[in-house]
């Protein structure tokens, strides 16, 4: 687990599970995990893995590339609030 972002707004964290299984050729094991958004005022998030996941990096990638603001990043990751669907529960 590693906090990517965190912002007034949102916090991105990125967890990475490697496999069990070890690769045929001997290279590294292969790793299976996402990213989970949180947005802070609406109090909800939502956990994206697989395409969807690559998709959210690619954007991240290219984005940074451009050395946003705050703003910027909280704009992009805002488009990801409409699927947020889980509430965020303290314990």
Do not use: C, W
Not at 20 to 33: E, H, I
Request: charged share 25%.
């Amino acid at each position: 687990m590693q906090m990517l972002y965190n912002s007034d707004s949102f916090a991105v964290v990125q967890f990475e599970v490697p496999t069990q299984k070890p690769l045929a050729s001997g290279d590294a094991s292969l790793t299976r995990g996402g990213f989970e958004i949180v947005d802070k005022f609406a109090r909800k998030e939502i956990f994206i893995e697989g395409a969807m996941a690559e998709s959210f990096k690619q954007g991240v990638d290219a984005l940074i590339l451009t050395e946003p603001s705050e703003e910027e990043m909280d704009e992009y990751i805002d488009r990801f609030s409409s699927l947020m669907q889980q509430p965020v529960i303290l314990h």
